[in-house]
């Protein structure tokens, strides 16, 4: 069987895993969102005519156009927790191969390469890409450094459903984020002590000790992980 485990290892001799996806759900996935991106469009252009799309209306949809095309993406990834409408409709979400949340650099990158990953058509080099190596990364994820995983399962541990998720007072360096989401997930299988261990090398972002410190890490980590 073909093993879609991927495994990183941090400072503190931490694990973190996830569960990498296959063309065929990013295939749907990107089907939703080329729906959604046409709807859209569409819609644009019937606005624009009044405008007379010889003129100011013709620019004014080109400007729109260009934003949905390469914009659609990359927003919805840096600011909906890597996934677009079509993504989170399949349970998969784009992520940093450190299994950190995906920066506006990175995702920029990605979908930059699109372009390339498209050719000759209908995303050949992307597919071929994608089957040549192990973690499924297109050219463009291998120049972004980044993943596309599978969220259903990996992101609500059994013991972490009554966690209310709380954004970060202060923004959180890539290592500390890792730190934090790994922390979350492991915890079901730590004693209290450990815990407590481990959540006193944090204590330097969270500011808090003991069962303190660990709750605030468990609420840090659902936001990451988009748990609601």
Do not use: C
């Not at 991927?6 to 001799?13: A, F, K, T």
């Not at 890597?82 to 990175?106: A, E």
């Not at 992101?155 to 202060?170: F, G, K, Y």
């Not at 915890?187 to 972002?205: D, N």
């Amino acid at each position: 069987m073909l093993d879609t485990r991927y495994r990183v290892e941090i400072p503190g001799g931490i694990h973190l895993e996830a569960q990498v996806v296959g063309p065929i759900p990013r295939a749907f996935a990107y089907a939703i969102d080329l729906i959604i991106r046409g709807i859209i469009i569409v819609a644009l252009w019937f606005a624009s005519i009044p405008l007379g799309l010889s003129g100011m209306g013709g620019g004014v949809f080109l400007i729109f156009l260009f934003v949905i095309e390469w914009l659609y993406p990359v927003l919805f990834e840096v600011f909906a927790r890597g996934q677009t409408p079509g993504k989170k409709m399949f349970g998969i979400s784009v992520i940093n191969d450190d299994l950190s949340p995906v920066t506006l650099g990175t995702s920029l990158v990605r979908n930059l390469l699109r372009t390339v990953d498209f050719l000759p058509l209908f995303y050949l080099v992307g597919l071929v890409a994608m089957l040549s190596n192990r973690r499924f990364q297109r050219l463009g994820d291998m120049a972004a450094g980044t993943l596309v995983i599978s969220v259903r399962e990996a992101a609500r541990p059994a013991a972490m459903e009554e966690v209310q998720p709380l954004a970060p007072s202060t923004p959180l360096s890539r290592a500390d984020q890792t730190s934090i989401i790994n922390f979350l997930q492991r915890s079901p299988q730590l004693s209290r002590p450990r815990q407590q261990e481990l959540a006193a090398i944090l204590e330097g972002v969270t500011h808090e000790k003991g069962d303190n410190g660990i709750e605030y890490l468990h609420r840090i980590g659902a936001w990451f992980l988009g748990v609601r």
